[in-house]
């Protein structure tokens, strides 16, 4: 077995752990037999992609999770009003977006360190 399938199996042990869950109780959840959870635990095969689904779901995680992708970054990025002002400045020429800045900096160094 090669070290990549060993992470893999060990992957997917520490996830099935991680949701509280026996192979068995697994196996259960997705439609499998037990034996197959074991072995792609041991030999760090990946189950079939009919079965991806299901096990991440019962793992309560992503397939990428499933197949030791790591998990994607939330990427945060303004709402509401504050994203369609954004927009709308971005929109701006320079001069303009300059004078945004200049009033928005130190507003929020300020009100960034705790202080209201």
């Known amino acids: 077995m090669a070290d990549s399938d060993a992470a893999s199996g060990k992957h997917l042990k520490a996830l099935r752990e991680a949701a509280g ?3 068995r109780e697994l196996a ?8 197959n959870v074991r072995y792609w635990e041991r030999s760090g095969s990946l189950p079939r992609s009919d079965v991806l689904l299901p096990m991440a779901k019962a793992l309560g995680v992503s397939v990428e999770e ?17 994203r369609q002002l954004f927009e709308a400045a971005s929109k701006l020429p320079r001069g303009k977006q300059e004078k945004i800045l200049d009033i928005l900096q130190p507003f929020v160094r300020e009100h960034a360190n705790g202080n209201s």
């Open 28 to 35: 259960r959840q997705i439609g499998e037999d037990h034996s």
């Open 66 to 82: 499933v197949l030791g992708e790591p998990k994607p970054r939330r990427t945060v990025t303004p709402a509401g009003k504050m």
């Open 21 to 23: 869950l026996s192979m």
